[in-house]
Nanobody, 126 residues
């Protein structure tokens, strides 16, 4: 099993930046494809970004493409989400997720990911 802990959330003004971190323990994160999802109040959890176990490929939701960057440091067992040009509509709880790298599930759907963190809150004020 792998345990995931997110950090880096907070309150930021529109146009600002935040970097979220997801620290893994229990098993090396290099075994897993990793994703970030978010959930705003009253809305369903939605895909934000994902990265393959090697870091060779990344995937983004259209709403964040060009503004957010996912990366990973397998030596530090950590995955990051750099968020720039933040908008009020980015306000949500952000969740890190790990999925078996041999799974054929789509990176864009929660079903691929067997492990989830507790989330970190991001609030963007206008």
């Amino acid at each position: 099993q792998v345990q995931l802990v997110e950090s880096g959330g907070g309150l930021v003004q529109a146009g600002g930046s935040l970097r979220l971190s997801c620290a893994a323990s229990g098993r090396t994160v290099s075994r897993y494809d990793m994703g970030w999802f978010r959930q705003a109040p009253g809305k369903e959890r939605e895909f934000v970004a994902a990265i393959t176990w090697s870091g060779g490929s990344t995937y983004y939701a259209d709403s964040v493409k060009g503004r957010f960057t996912i990366s990973r440091d397998n030596a530090k067992n950590t995955v990051y989400l750099q968020m720039n040009s933040l908008k009020p509509e980015d306000t949500a709880d952000y969740y890190c997720a790990a999925g078996n790298r041999y799974s054929s599930g789509s990176f864009y759907y929660p079903g691929k990911y067997g492990y989830w963190g507790q989330g970190t809150q991001v609030t963007v004020s206008s």
